[in-house]
């Protein structure tokens, strides 16, 4: 496969990821920085889909950075696509960055609860993209 295939793969499997994460930002939670934007700039009052279950707390707390995550390790391995081994970089670089942030949310440098959960949701999903590269040679 060409280059420059593998590049538009894993761009656009980078922002369906960000696209999911932003849906569960927007439906599954209230409160957030986004409701605030929306509701400020666009006077826009959104539905709120309540998610019972172990799975719906799952995806409520966990599921926006778990395809954050997701993301941004395609979006590393697009932009890392010379190197040979960038799906370990991509989910290096992943990891690190959620843990930073995390990190500073945690201090209060930025606003966010710094939960550890975060920073593993985070990490599977890098460990789950770099997965779905190197097996499909993107």
């Not at 496969?1 to 793969?9: E, G």
């Not at 966990?62 to 995550?69: C, S």
Request: contains cysteine; glycine residues 10%.
């Amino acid at each position: 496969m060409k280059q420059s295939k593998k590049t538009a793969i894993s761009l656009f499997c980078s922002f369906i990821a960000l696209l999911f994460g932003l849906i569960i930002y927007i439906f599954c939670r209230q409160g957030t920085h986004i409701h605030t934007l929306l509701k400020d700039c666009f006077s826009l009052s959104l539905p709120y889909l309540p998610l019972g279950g172990v799975f719906g707390v799952l995806i409520r707390n966990w599921g926006g950075d778990f395809f954050w995550g997701l993301a941004l390790c395609f979006l590393l391995a697009a932009v890392l696509n010379p190197f040979r081994h960038k799906h370990i970089f991509a989910v290096a670089l992943t990891v690190a960055l959620g843990a930073l942030l995390e990190i500073l949310q945690f201090y209060g440098v930025i606003t966010g609860t710094g939960d550890v959960f975060d920073i593993i949701a985070e990490a599977t999903a890098a460990v789950c993209a770099a997965n779905i590269i190197k097996r499909g040679n993107l």
